[in-house]
């Protein structure tokens, strides 16, 4: 409380009242709203010149990597081209079977039957090549981090900031750096992977080791082994379950990786291909590459996550080695004879009945299917974009919108807010009033001062001083350097992502948790919306829906909307016994034990998991420009292009941050939850 005020009180009047001057002088002084042009620092040439200077100073030994690495890269290539498919049909049913029996070796053997019949055979082993090779790289520098800021606690905090970094800062950023060190072709998508699959390899080492109970490294010690020996012979081992989880997640991120870096063409990969066919506009063609992908994608998530269990089951290892030896065998007896993979069509006929279906459906609903779009658009997307004032017009709302209007609506929410208010619901009423001037207005139109000091507020409710000083110098940051307007409409269309996930995705959740029958619908769906790479996402809304805004705002809810889902579910089922059977004992209804029970204790998680949606939305927000976004993930890939370092190092870190600080006030909000909980 803070004279009388509770924090969020204080914070949301504070933010009230300098909306308001905001829009006393907006004509009297512009400034206020719009950042001068001439206060702009060039922030993004010093960038890249800085950076243009250390990239040639390394290139030379960048480029003598670079060279190091295309051998074992070219032999894990032409291993996996030049083998028989039935050999490889066959390892991989195998491995299948050794780590999960019938039901694996099933998986393993439908799995790439599919990729062999699709016509994509080549492509698709030049890319298993790209993330075996990239794979093992990433688990090296993954594991040594992780080990390293667990033997060194005095970096753990810097480290966990550069792997904040590394997660945050969107993919193509970091394409056009690696793109001049590096060089064009292959070994740029294959060291761009192992870059971002590292961070989730050193979360999990550090976490397990971290995990290690204490009487197993006494044991270590009082057994006189040196700190090595403690380290590789006794630690390690006993973190083995938690580090296998970062190996599954450095295998996910690797094949991901590897998708997105075909942006920058110059390889005969599946990626590629995908991007081609999207491009040619053969969303049938696109599809079926997309789901080799997806195919590989469940093969890898499925197998290296039976890595991560505690127990596993045994099983015959003479069924493996049969199977393998029938590969061989295969191979083998008709080695000349065997069909060439590339010639295989059997899926072909698919492909151009789904282009053949495509085209008659949006032929016979295209007026629907527009009319749907645009009214989303006008409607919705807009006047959240550039504001009522500007969005209502005769084109697309039928009249036009008035000062009177906008006087009329500030009045009624200011009516609501007094109302709140003198009910002692001093927060909600500020916040219907800050609603209102921002549904006016537009938050891509929003004056700098009212984010500026709404952040830093905000910031200071979740987390308090130190993350509101932090989150108002990040923000300055991106308000010196020109990118403002950019990442406000970056903002925008996340913004709306994430809102349209928390309601969707908090509906299904809360269905899945009161419901069985519902979640053991949901639960597959989710599974496979989790392991489909982020560009396969584009096709389906770009098959019906075509470029634009609209496409790429239904493309961030299909990726960002799962944690959502997961994370609403797990809170509400959770809820102890005990504090279930007392509301019972007590005489409460179902909804009522749901209403104040079950949603408070969840709250923790269900925060948790819109912290995790946000990060997806920006995630996907930056592949999304492929198809017609503007903001920073524009300027991103725009910079990809043209090689502008500054440029996309500026924009990807303009991205980072706004998402820094949503993870950073989301979590501090989980916090607070937690314990008002008592947790």
């Known amino acids: 409380m803070t004279g009388g005020l509770t924090k969020g009180a204080l914070a949301a009047l504070i933010t009230l009242a300098v909306a308001v001057l905001c829009l006393v002088l907006e004509n009297a002084a512009p400034w206020v709203v719009t950042w001068p042009q001439a206060w702009v620092l060039p922030a993004t040439e010093w960038v890249g010149a800085g950076l243009t200077w250390f990239l040639e100073a390394v290139k030379p030994a960048a480029r003598a990597f670079s060279a190091v690495m295309f051998y074992p890269m070219d032999w894990a290539n032409w291993v996996l081209t030049a083998a028989p498919w039935p050999l490889v049909i066959g390892a991989t049913t195998a491995l299948g079977w050794i780590l999960g029996g019938t039901a694996m070796a099933a998986l393993g053997l439908v799995g790439l039957s599919f990729v062999l019949a699709s016509g994509y055979w080549i492509e698709s082993m030049n890319t298993l090549a790209l993330v075996a090779v990239s794979v093992p790289l990433a688990l090296t520098i993954g594991g040594a981090i992780g080990v390293l800021a667990n033997e060194y606690p005095r970096i753990k905090n810097a480290v966990q900031a550069l792997l904040d970094i590394m997660q945050t800062v969107p993919t193509f950023a970091y394409l056009t750096p690696l793109l001049l060190l590096f060089g064009f072709g292959p070994v740029v998508g294959l060291i761009a992977s192992a870059i971002y699959a590292a961070p989730p390899m050193a ?180 006047p959240l974009r550039i504001g009522l004032d500007q969005a209502v017009l005769p084109f697309t709302w039928g009249f036009q919108w008035t000062t009177q209007m906008s006087l009329m609506l500030f009045a009624a929410a200011a009516a609501g807010g007094i109302v709140l208010g003198l009910r002692g619901r001093m927060t909600q009423g500020a916040l219907l009033c800050i609603g209102a001037i921002v549904l006016e207005t537009g938050i891509a139109n929003l004056p700098w001062p009212f984010v500026l000091v709404g952040t830093g507020l905000l910031g200071w409710v979740s987390g308090g001083r130190k993350l509101a000083i932090v989150s108002v110098l990040l923000l300055g940051t991106i308000l010196l350097s020109g990118l403002w307007e950019r990442a406000l409409l970056s903002l925008y269309l996340s913004g709306a992502a994430v809102f349209a996930c928390a309601v969707l995705g908090g509906g299904i959740g809360l269905m899945s948790a009161l419901s069985p029958m519902v979640w053991r619908v949901v639960q597959p769906i989710c599974d496979m919306l989790q392991t489909i790479p982020l560009f396969v996402f584009l096709i389906p809304v770009l098959m019906v829906f075509q470029i634009g805004e609209f496409s790429a705002f239904l493309a961030i809810i299909a990726y960002a909307i799962v944690p959502m889902i997961r994370y609403t579910r797990h809170g509400l089922t959770e809820t102890p016994a005990e504090m279930l059977e007392a509301a019972t004992a007590s005489g409460a209804t179902e909804w009522q034990i749901l209403r104040d029970v079950r949603a408070p204790y969840a709250a923790p998680t269900i925060l948790l998991g819109l912290n995790q949606t946000i990060l997806y939305a920006f995630a996907m927000l930056v592949i999304a420009a492929l198809i017609g976004t503007t903001g920073l993930g524009q300027s991103i890939y725009l910079a990809l292009g043209k090689a502008d370092v500054g440029l996309g190092i500026s924009a990807g870190a303009a991205m980072a941050i706004l998402a820094l600080i949503a993870d950073r006030m989301v979590q501090g909000f989980a916090e607070e939850r937690r314990r008002a909980l008592g947790l």
Do not use: H
Request: proline residues 3%.
């Open 203 to 382: 979360r999990n080492v550090l976490l397990g080791l971290e995990r290690v109970e204490p009487e197993i490294k006494e044991a270590a010690i009082m057994a006189g082994g040196t700190r090595l020996q403690q380290l590789f012979q006794v630690e390690i081992p006993s973190a083995s379950t938690q580090i296998m989880v970062g190996v599954n997640q450095c295998l996910m991120a690797a094949l991901s990786m590897v998708i997105i870096a075909a942006v920058i063409g110059g390889f005969n990969d599946i990626g590629w291909e995908v991007l081609l066919t999207m491009r040619k506009a053969q969303f049938g063609q696109s599809l079926l590459a997309g789901m080799v992908v997806v195919v590989f994608a469940v093969v890898i998530d499925r197998m290296s996550a039976t890595l991560a269990k505690d127990r596993r089951q045994s099983y015959d290892k003479r069924v493996a080695i049969g199977v393998l030896a029938l590969g061989v065998a295969v191979s083998l007896i008709f080695w000349a004879r065997l069909p060439d993979p590339a010639g295989f069509t059997l899926l072909q006929p698919v492909a151009d009945g789904v282009d053949y279906g495509l085209t008659a459906f949006t032929r016979a609903n295209g007026d629907w299917l527009a009319s749907f779009k645009n009214n989303f658009l006008f409607y919705g997307l807009l």
